[in-house]
């Protein structure tokens, strides 16, 4: 581990992997700081760089450590980011993603509007009233971690987690909300659904969503206040 | 397809996936590297039957695939020595073979490793998704429709090089001594969560592998690693890699593999890149221990290991 004066530090995973830490907390200011980093990197396309993957608060750099030293490599990335204005962030695209909540879209929902002390309709109208930041895409191809959700929804996960969650489906856990973009397993509470494919292999581009985007749910179903 | 069909499967075995050397470039959606788990094994079959080192193969586990070749096929299997059979006939690992239309490839039975790849002249060829062919198992796409192999199915190869000579490889030069297995780690990212006792624990003891494995990660048992006191359970999410360690609450440590792209366990250690293509060889049973490294070995070794596996073939590879 090597930490540096402006906060930066970098711990190897392996000799052909470094993690690039911009801060310790999931925070919007640091994870801009990770997307910009991706974007210089990108743009700077060093051979022997096989593979950037971000995360909340940390770039994961994976090289080949027979074309680029590895003490070079911390060296090359700290220089880069310590250039003045680098790797400005074009402005967040929005996206809104319309959702069936509750009922068979959103089996969970009663239960976290009972457990929250709120009716169904309260946990929509605050679900749909925040713009969320997509901090990384992970755990399955396509899946956004969103945050923040507001405190009043937070939640920790279910005690057992289902081992078929339907794809489409919107889920929130903790201080996070997301979207299952294909069948899997998962802990979250599912309170609606959303028709719009998040991830297809064979679509260009295969992700709909990006780190950075901002997102907002629209309630389709109409529920009557 | 464009390919000719070469290979019809028979029987699929416990598990036959086609892979190459992975995917790169989009585990910012969240997409796995997948890949041939011994990815060693796959290169040198891939330059046996004169192939490009990234070509696809079949990767196959422990026992039961059978296949009928279609069309006069160079092919090699390399890795573990699953009791490959040529109509019959002991078939030679880690060699080019001339096989004929008609005749039938078997995997018997484990005699020692876990997974063998088969290369064909061409390639497998299936098409390219997010820039590979291998099969992401989890996500249902890659490889063949997505999915692993079943009877009836049908893979084409792509066009065979023009034929060089006939070359052997040398196993011994990539390294597989085991089991017992010796995996030589880094520390890090996040060995801070162990104190002397903890890292101690680690590389004295003897763990066994979990029947629980397969390619998403190789399960400890037999004893806990335990954490400093105070140690968080859970990190914030971080992209992963083949390799690491990671240490769950219980104690025994996951050596994940190449079908995760993030997760949030701490990851005490990482395997080094020279020993990655054993971890496609260790079967459940087998005993593990580990063994520290620094940064500059371990890119030392990776350096002698990739000159020994091209020194490793008679005769020589061009250039």
Known sequence: MNEAADGLRFRFMGERSVLVELGD?????????????MRLLEQENWSGVRELSPGYRSLLVVFDPLQIDPAELTRRIQALVGRPAAGKLPPARRITLPVFYGGEHGPDLPEVARRLGMTEEGV???????????????????????GELP????????STPRTRVPKGSVAIAQRQTGVYPVE?????????????????????????????????????????? | MAGAPTLEVLSPGILTTVQDLGRSG??????????????????????????????????????????????????????????AKLDGETLPLW??????????????????????????????????????RSTNLASGFGGLQGRALRKGDVLAAGEPQPSGPEREFDPAAAGYEGPPWRLRILWGPQDEVLDEQGRERLLGAVFTVSPDSDRTGIRLEGTTVPVRPGAPDSIISEGIIA????????????????????????????????????????????????????????????????EAFRAAFRPPLPG
């Open chain 1, 25 to 37: 907390r999931i925070e919007p200011a640091t994870n801009r700081r990770v997307h910009r980093l």
């Open chain 1, 124 to 146: 929509i109208r605050l679900h749909t009233s925040v713009t969320y930041r997509v901090y990384m895409i992970g755990f399955t191809p396509g899946f956004p971690y969103l």
């Open chain 1, 151 to 158: 405190e009043e929804l937070a939640l920790p996960r279910r």
């Open chain 1, 184 to 225: 899997s397993p998962g802990g979250w509470h599912l309170i609606g659904w959303t028709p719009v494919e998040l991830f297809h292999p064979d679509r260009r581009p295969a992700c709909l969503l990006e780190m950075g985007d901002e997102v907002r749910f629209a309630a389709v179903d109409a529920v009557e206040d």
């Open chain 2, 26 to 83: 989009y585990a910012r959606w969240g997409v796995a590297a997948s890949g041939a788990v011994d990815a060693l094994a796959a290169r040198a079959a891939n330059r046996l039957v004169g192939n490009p080192e990234g070509s696809a193969v079949l990767e196959t586990t422990l026992m039961g695939l059978r296949v009928r070749v279609l069309r006069d096929t160079r092919l090699a299997v390399c890795g573990g020595d699953l009791g």
């Open chain 2, 95 to 132: 060699k080019t073979i001339a096989a004929r239309a008609g005749q039938i490839l078997s995997f018997t039975g484990p005699c020692w490793g876990l997974r063998a790849c088969l290369a064909v002249g061409g390639g497998i060829d299936v098409p390219e998704v997010l820039g590979s």
């Open chain 2, 243 to 306: 390799g690491a360690i990671q240490l769950p609450a219980d104690g025994r440590p996951i050596i994940v593999l190449a079908e995760t792209a993030s997760g949030g366990y701490r990851k005490p250690a990482t395997v080094i890149a020279a020993d990655l293509h054993k971890l496609g060889q260790i079967m459940p049973g087998d005993e593990v221990r580990f063994a520290a490294v620094t940064l500059e070995e371990a890119v030392a070794l990776l350096r002698g290991r990739e």
